[in-house]
């Protein structure tokens, strides 16, 4: 079984198989809550988990990067090799299959094995243009342009184009108001471009 989309030394390959747990877990399962301290590091093999910040008494959420197969967090990398608390939250967004390595594991092949540690910093440089382009987003993209994307990133993991998700999700994903998002849902509704349904959103034409 191939964990990481690279290729390390067979001794490392060899160790990475050895060391693994494979869980099953469902949807809006809380993967990381801020402040947990990470034992285990979670890969993904399938499914698709969104990490976020998000600020409870405004009920308001924000929309850090999202982890695909093969690829693993950033942050809870971080909290591995810093010995620090998580300070963000990861939620599967569809049933998903992850892969959990031990916290001391990726410590010690990040010091041993030279190809690992330029693994983990190839992470660091793909979440880092991921936050440059939310920056980008939310600086100069209107709403329209970002909930097309997020119905657009969402639907690849259906056969149907078919999105389960609700207009108060919508607007914590996209950090605006459930009846602003509301409004340009049903927008492009009429311009055929959708099709809305009770808790989810089904595409026609993005």
Partial sequence: MKVFNTRFCDQLEEEILTNIEVIFLKKNHILVH????????PVLKKGLIKVY???????????LYYVKPQQTCMMSMISCLKNSKSIVNAKLEVDSEIILIPSDKIKQWNSTYPDFNKFVLEIFMERYFELMNIINELTFENLDFRIIK?????????????????????????????????????????????????????????
């Fill in 150 to 206: 997020l119905l657009k990133l969402r639907s690849q993991n259906t056969t149907k184009k078919i999105v389960a998700l609700t207009h108060i999700e919508i607007a914590q994903i996209t950090g605006t108001t459930r009846v602003v998002v509301s409004r340009i849902l049903k927008k492009l509704e009429n311009k055929n471009k959708i099709i809305i349904r009770r808790g989810e959103v089904e595409l026609l034409d993005l």
């Fill in 53 to 63: 910040k998000e600020n409870v008494d405004l009920e308001k959420e924000v929309l």
């Fill in 34 to 41: 801020e402040g947990d301290t990470l034992n285990k590091i």
